[in-house]
């Protein structure tokens, strides 16, 4: 009876505060520490926002970076939220030694690992619920060098197929200050169309398995490797992106995010006096 009398004034004790229980039954909820359970910043919302645009729109551009709720699919998730960057929800963020390692198994990469306030990778499946629409979606990409110099790049639209289909991945056209390190294969390497690789799943064209091979004693990591790559930022020792990030060229950050994408771009015609949708 005790017992019983605790878990009503608990849950009122939440109610007051706005906490909705169920709604901190995130699927990924081993990805926040429990200590920072109760920063997720729309803890009170009923009805929960598809990815971080939504909540930005919601918000009518208040909201602020940091983490919260959003539900791509049938159960909610938590995900940071790159807010003054125009709403972008954060799927990956990787820094340089991190003390997270990204050399973990196809489970691990299906579901996410990491701490989505931190180095993180949200999650395979949940890349497939966000990408599969409705509408379309692009996917941004940021890296920061050990001078602090960004470079950033959009690949619209992007889609990350289902698990059946190894999470093959799926590109657009590329806008950016970045090289262009998926789609252009500049280095015999083309990770566009290629299914994901894990240490225990091997789905690359290599006669070894990419996410094995090691550099300084640290193995690739989970990526859509080619044979095998000319960009892969989920190495830990080494974040790679072609020209831009290398054993030479060291960068520190790197994000992967991705939003809706625009429904129409004004294109310029040659012949034209006007722009054209």
Not at 13 to 35: D, S, Y
Not at 88 to 94: A, F, G, S
Not at 203 to 221: I, M, S
Not at 240 to 267: G, H, I
Request: hydrophobic letters at 35%.
């Amino acid at each position: 009876m005790k017992v019983l009398w605790l878990v009503a004034v608990m849950q009122l004790l939440l109610n007051v505060a706005g906490v909705n229980l169920e709604q901190l039954q995130a699927e990924n909820k081993k990805m926040l520490p429990p200590e920072q359970q109760d920063q997720v910043l729309n803890l009170g919302m009923k009805v929960l926002p598809r990815d971080c645009h939504e909540m930005l729109l919601t918000s009518s551009g208040r909201a602020r970076d940091g983490v919260y709720l959003i539900q791509p699919g049938n159960a909610p998730i938590v995900a940071y939220c790159a807010m003054r960057e125009g709403g972008w929800t954060v799927v990956q963020h990787i820094t340089v030694n991190s003390s997270v390692s990204f050399d973990c198994t196809w489970a691990e990469y299906k579901h996410g690992f990491g701490d989505v306030a931190g180095d993180h990778w949200l999650g395979n499946e949940y890349l497939h619920q966000l990408t599969r629409g409705p509408g379309r979606y692009k996917l941004g990409v940021k890296l920061v060098d050990k001078d602090a110099v960004t470079k950033a790049g959009e690949y619209d639209p992007v889609l990350i197929e289902d698990e059946a289909s190894g999470y093959r991945l799926r590109l657009g056209l590329f806008e950016g200050t970045a090289v262009d390190a998926l789609t252009l294969d500049t280095e015999n390497y083309l990770h566009d169309n290629q299914r994901f690789t894990t240490k225990d799943r091997d789905n690359d064209n290599y006669f070894q398995n990419c996410a094995k091979l090691e550099f300084q004693g640290v193995p690739g990591g989970g990526w859509w490797y080619d044979a095998c790559a000319g960009a892969n930022l989920n190495r830990r020792n080494v974040i790679y992106w072609q020209k831009d990030c290398n054993k030479e060229r060291l960068c520190k950050y790197a994000w992967m995010m991705v939003k809706p994408s625009d429904t129409f771009k004004l294109v310029q015609g040659a012949d034209c006096t006007k722009d054209e949708l």
